[in-house]
C-alpha cells in the first residue's frame, strides 16, 4: 500500500530552529540550524518510514475562521514584529523551501485556513487508499490517528510512531474521543480554556462513563460530583466553542494533487553543505 508522509512544515521549523545550536552559519554570516535541521530530521524520517508520497505544509498568519470565533485564540503567541530577522524562525523559510525543492519534496502554504485544516483534510482524504502518517509533535492530530493514519514524532534522530494505544495509555481516551477530551480540559498551548474545575484525568473519567461530550450532557443528571455537574451545566458554550475551535474535520481544497507529492527525488549525500548553500542563496537575493 502506498503510504502517504505528510509534514507540519511550521512545527518542524520550530522545532529546529530553537532546538538546533545557532552556529550554523553560512560564510557571511546567515543563520542557517533550521534549514540544516529540517532537511536532516525529513531525511532520517523518509529512511525509517519509506513513504512513497510525501508533503510538506506551512501556516500562514492568517487562522481561517478560529480567530474570528475567539479573539483569544492563539492570543498567547509571542510577537515577532519586533524581533531581529536573524532571531526569526520564518527568515529561513525561503531556503527550506529551496532545499525542499532541490530534493524534489512539494511544499505549500495553508490559504483560508490552518496548515493543521489542510493536513487533516489530506489525511482523509487520502487515508481510504493510502497510509498517511503526520509528521509532527503538535497533539492536535492525534483525533485523526486510525486504522490509516497515524502520527510521527522524530526526536533525537529516532522516528517513533503515535498509534491508539500510545493515546489511549497517555490520556485514558481513544483517538475518537480526543477531541472531546481536548473541548473538556482546553488547550493551553493555543489559548483556549476549558470547563472549570475539570482536568485531564476527569475528563479521561467521564468520557469513559459516557463515551462523548453529547453523552455526557444527555447523562449530565448522572455525574456524581455535583461540582463538576454544575460546572459542565455552566460551560455548554464554551464547550461548543470549543469544538469549533479543536476539531480537524477536513474538507479543505487541495493545492497539490496527489500525483506531484510521489517521491522520486533523493536527498543528497551531504545535507549540511545544500542547507548552507540555499541559505546563502536566499542572503544574496533579499541583499
Request: aromatic fraction near 8%; hydrophobic fraction near 40%.
Amino acid at each position: 500500500m502506498d503510504h502517504f508522509l505528510l509534514v507540519d512544515g511550521h512545527n518542524l521549523l520550530f522545532r529546529m530552529f530553537y532546538g538546533m545550536p545557532d552556529h550554523f552559519r553560512t560564510p557571511s554570516g546567515v543563520r542557517y540550524n533550521a534549514v540544516y535541521g529540517f532537511g536532516n530530521a525529513l531525511a532520517g524520517v523518509i529512511a525509517d518510514l519509506g513513504p512513497t508520497h510525501a508533503l510538506v505544509l506551512f501556516d500562514t498568519e492568517e487562522c481561517g475562521e478560529r480567530r474570528k470565533l475567539d479573539a483569544e485564540y492563539k492570543a498567547n503567541r509571542p510577537d515577532y514584529s519586533e524581533m531581529d530577522e536573524d532571531e526569526l524562525p520564518f527568515s529561513q523559510i525561503p531556503a527550506i523551501c529551496s532545499l525542499l525543492d532541490a530534493c524534489g519534496i512539494p511544499h505549500a502554504e495553508a490559504r483560508g485556513c490552518e496548515a493543521d485544516d489542510l493536513i487533516a483534510s489530506y489525511a482523509l482524504a487520502e487515508s481510504g487508499e493510502k497510509h498517511v502518517t503526520i509528521l509532527s509533535t503538535d497533539r492536535d492530530y492525534w483525533q485523526l490517528i486510525g486504522r490509516r493514519i497515524s502520527v510521527a514524532i522524530y526526536q533525537h534522530g529516532v522516528t517513533s510512531v503515535v498509534n491508539p494505544t500510545a493515546v489511549k495509555a497517555k490520556f485514558g481516551v481513544t483517538p475518537e474521543q480526543f477531541a472531546d477530551w481536548k473541548c473538556l480540559v482546553g488547550d493551553a498551548s493555543d489559548n483556549i480554556a476549558g470547563v472549570p474545575g475539570v482536568g485531564p484525568k476527569t475528563a479521561a473519567e467521564l468520557l469513559t462513563a459516557f463515551g462523548s461530550v453529547e453523552g455526557i450532557y444527555e447523562h449530565l443528571d448522572e455525574v456524581k460530583r455535583a461540582r463538576i455537574r454544575e460546572s459542565l451545566d455552566a460551560s455548554r458554550d464554551r464547550i461548543a466553542l470549543n469544538r469549533r475551535l479543536i476539531a480537524l474535520s477536513g474538507g479543505h481544497p487541495l493545492p497539490v494533487g496527489t500525483e506531484a507529492c510521489l517521491l522520486t527525488a533523493r536527498f543528497p549525500r551531504s545535507i549540511l553543505a545544500l542547507a548552507r548553500e540555499c541559505a546563502e542563496r536566499h542572503a544574496t537575493v533579499e541583499g
